[in-house]
């Protein structure tokens, strides 16, 4: 009988090689993650793992499921149950889920029990550091500071729909692994621009540009900015999302060698 439940300490190994059958990811960095989030860490369990689940708080009042992997579609349904449960008691209103183009079952599921599509997202690779450009040279970069704040919260509510948005809590304090850097032109903050880079990967997270500072070499300038980041890192791999729509920053990331490599799911519910 599958049981689903926290993994105890013992399990993490069992859980990472079980999580390698899905992605490639930072392992070190998926290890901690589940050391100091225990309550957000779920597995299936049988006479071994079968599937897991984790998540995180999107913003104070949306609860996020990262990955939902199960040997079986009744085992990822499960998994999604007992995190929505969870995020409940956590007084989250809405749970948002990923899931990749492939898991059409889970995808049917959660379509027929409350949640819908919000966004239709391509996954892009870069496995070499070259660029074709250094984009616009007029454009001053510099690391985020707090009193920007306001000028970037502009540049959010501007440029991404109200549940891409981060929270001005989010953005004051980003995650420690991430870069966080400021595009300015004629002093005014024009775009932002986040990245991180681990065990030899990098993903470019984030970026931004001001609807009227668009096609100026903005996004270029960011990317090659991104690039020269992940080469001081020493990165073999970088990955990012795009919305399925923004057909312009897919044409900007393949401008920059990126390939598309996939497809997922932004679905998410009120609880």
Not at 52 to 64: C, H, K, T
Not at 214 to 227: H, N, P, V, W
Request: with cysteine; proline share 3%.
């Amino acid at each position: 009988m599958m049981e689903i439940r926290n993994p105890t300490r013992d399990e993490i190994e069992e859980l990472i090689e079980f999580k390698k059958k899905f992605s490639d990811f930072p392992e070190k960095r998926f290890r901690e993650f589940v050391k100091n989030n225990h309550d957000l860490v779920y597995i299936a369990f049988e006479e071994s793992i079968v599937g897991f689940s984790y998540g995180y708080l999107w913003r104070e009042d949306i609860g996020a499921i990262k990955e939902v992997r199960a040997m079986q579609t009744d085992g990822e349904i499960s998994l999604v149950e007992t995190m929505e449960k969870m995020f409940k008691k956590k007084n989250c209103r809405n749970v948002r889920v990923w899931i990749d183009e492939n898991q059409e079952q889970l995808k049917e599921y959660l379509l027929t029990h409350g949640y819908h599509i919000t966004t239709e997202l391509l996954s892009f690779e870069k496995s070499d550091l070259a660029y074709s450009t250094k984009g616009n040279p007029d454009v001053t970069i510099k690391k985020f500071e707090e009193r920007y704040i306001d000028e970037v919260m502009k540049i959010e509510e501007t440029c991404f729909s109200p549940e891409w948005q981060t929270s001005r809590e989010g953005l004051l304090h980003p995650p420690k692994n991430i870069i966080f850097d400021l595009a300015f032109y004629d002093k005014k903050v024009i775009g932002y621009l986040m990245v991180s880079a681990e065990e030899e990967r990098g993903h470019y997270a984030r970026v931004a540009v001001v609807p009227e500072f668009r096609r100026r070499g903005i996004g270029s300038r960011l990317t090659y900015e991104a690039i020269k980041f992940f080469r001081e890192e020493n990165v073999k791999k970088i990955s990012l999302r795009t919305p399925k729509d923004d057909i312009p920053a897919q044409n900007l990331y393949k401008k920059f060698g990126f390939r598309e490599v996939g497809a997922e799911y932004d679905l998410m519910k009120e609880i």
